[in-house]
């Protein structure tokens, strides 16, 4: 999962029909650059799945995810600070801990765990249901928002397609995905949606890319104080650390992280909503396909069947009309990725 672009409206619905907001249109980047950038967002965030699976194969799953956050945060914040002006308040901290802990140590930790039974293009599928995950949460707090009918079928679909993941047995002649490791998905995914609805409410700082250094700084420690707690660190051998799982680490760092984030923030600023949203639909396709071809990660008929259930109920939501006016006009989901 990626750093969250806290600025970002969940979807949402209401039960009324509203006339469509008037949108000014959006401000366009250069061509080449802007097709570059949502290659990058596409490609690179689709592949982050396959670099996690590969970096667990001999780092543990937490230390993992810790050392490319926290080298995040490290990297970005100071930077950020000076180049930004900003100085974050006790508030903007506050809310930082606490979305960074669901974001990254719930969401992206529970995510490195389970890829060690889940195959990574499975794991992208899986984590696809985040948009139906805040919805459901957005409709179910106090003062929420009732989605419209569309919506309400996406959820349906969406939680049908978690199910086909698990059972019956032998759909298809395909065995079932382990049931463990689809809970563990499906409590990440649910992690990253709270995360991202307390980084709305909560308020973040006005530089996004800063908010997400703070993230990442405190998802990060709370990731390396869980390894260090579960016994990782007293199992850790670095000698035994392969070095594809290293170069795994840095390809999440540079490629998934700083690079990956950038590109995504820069398409939002010069693109429109309804393009941005597709990454969600490109996202588990690229991570199937990398999962077959390097990994021989088995395509089954179930992955298929449930895949396109799943991707359904994303479309259904992510393109239901918005009740209140907003900057864009659709509803773009939290950024996520492995």
Known sequence: MAIPASSLEPPTGSG?????????PPVRGPTGLLYTAFAAVYIIWGS???????????????????????????????????????CPTPAHWRTAIISGCLLLFLGNGMVCVAEQTVPSG?????????????????????????????????????????ALMVGPKNLGGSGRVNPIGVAILAS???????????????????????????????GGVALWIASFFSGEFVNLHIA????????????????????????????LKHSTATRVATYAFVNPVVALFLGWLILSEPITFRTIL?????????????????????????????????
């Open 240 to 267: 035994a650390i392969s070095l594809r799982s290293w170069l795994a680490l840095g390809y999440l760092i540079v490629f998934g992280s700083l690079m990956g984030f950038t590109a995504y923030i820069y398409i």
């Open 16 to 24: 009324a029909a509203s006339p469509a907001p008037v949108v000014p």
């Open 188 to 218: 990440a995914s649910l992690a990253w949606a709270c995360g991202s609805l307390y980084s709305k409410h909560g308020g973040m700082p006005p530089s996004p890319l800063l908010g997400a250094a703070m993230q990442s700084l405190a």
């Open 306 to 338: 449930a895949g396109a259930v799943i991707l359904t109920a994303v479309l259904l939501v992510i393109s239901a009309p918005h009740p209140e006016p907003a900057r864009i006009a659709t509803a773009v989901p939290e950024a996520a990725e492995g």
């Open 122 to 162: 499975v794991t992208a599928l899986l984590v696809a249901t985040v948009s139906l995950w805040m919805v459901l949460i957005d409709w179910l707090r106090p003062g929420g928002t009732r989605p419209v009918s569309r919506v309400v079928v996406g959820l349906l679909l969406g939680f049908a397609g978690l």
């Open 48 to 86: 982050t799945y396959l670099a996690i699976r590969v970096g667990v194969e001999s780092f543990p799953p937490l230390l993992l995810a810790g050392w490319r956050h926290l080298t995040f945060g490290l990297l970005l914040y100071p930077f950020l600070r000076w180049k930004t002006g900003v």
